[in-house]
């Protein structure tokens, strides 16, 4: 997009351009509940983020949902923008490269995890090929059953285990009360579990 590559140019330069301003003028607006100003911030940005995560994570499906994460964060912490500690988005790709690489670190872990499980279970020479597969299949069946939850109870669990944020944090980061974060993980992992089949 046009707009988009304006912006990529003016961050290069260093320079303060209209629309340099016009993106911290637009987190000044986000941070006031502006939609608006959220989906024209969206348009001048999107471009660079999802091209930024892209070149980290390089799998086109988890760039775009860590993008779309990185926007929810936007959304969400506008008003924690300080002007004096950089540009406007210069923070926001920060952010979109901080994402990214916790995506790729909490994959490694998840591929560790699978790895310890199967040299437990099995003593015959473990099949690559098959073993990937099965961690995809697992990983789909947990993509699945997360699609079955309610969208607040998906958001808690994913805050929690995909972005290791406390229930404190999770509760700041929402600004509901800490009882409601405890409410919606609890019945998240349970309906979790039983979309699953995991025995409690």
Do not use: C
């Not at 790729?104 to 199967?118: N, P, W």
């Not at 999770?170 to 025995?199: F, H, N, Q």
């Amino acid at each position: 997009m046009r707009h988009a590559g304006n912006v990529q140019d003016d961050s290069a330069r260093g320079s303060s351009t209209p629309i340099g301003v016009a993106v911290e003028d637009l987190l000044g607006r986000i941070a006031r509940g502006d939609r608006t100003a959220f989906a024209d911030l969206y348009d001048a940005t999107a471009s660079r983020v999802l091209g930024l995560i892209r070149r980290v994570l390089v799998d086109p499906a988890q760039s775009e949902e860590v993008a779309q994460e990185v926007f929810l964060e936007v959304w969400q912490s506008a008003g924690r923008y300080e002007p004096n500690r950089g540009s406007a988005t210069t923070w926001i790709l920060t952010m979109a490269h901080r994402r990214a690489v916790d995506r790729i670190r909490s994959s490694q872990a998840g591929r560790d995890r699978d790895l310890r499980v199967g040299v437990r279970d099995f003593t015959a020479a473990i099949d690559d090929v098959a073993e990937q597969a099965e961690i995809r299949l697992e990983n789909d069946r947990v993509r699945v059953a997360m699609q079955r939850l309610t969208e607040l109870q998906r958001q808690a669990i994913s805050l929690a285990y995909y972005e290791g944020l406390t229930q404190s944090e999770i509760a700041e980061r929402l600004s509901i009360p800490l009882g409601t974060v405890k409410t919606r993980l609890r019945d998240g992992m349970i309906r979790l579990r039983d979309e699953m089949g995991v025995a409690s």
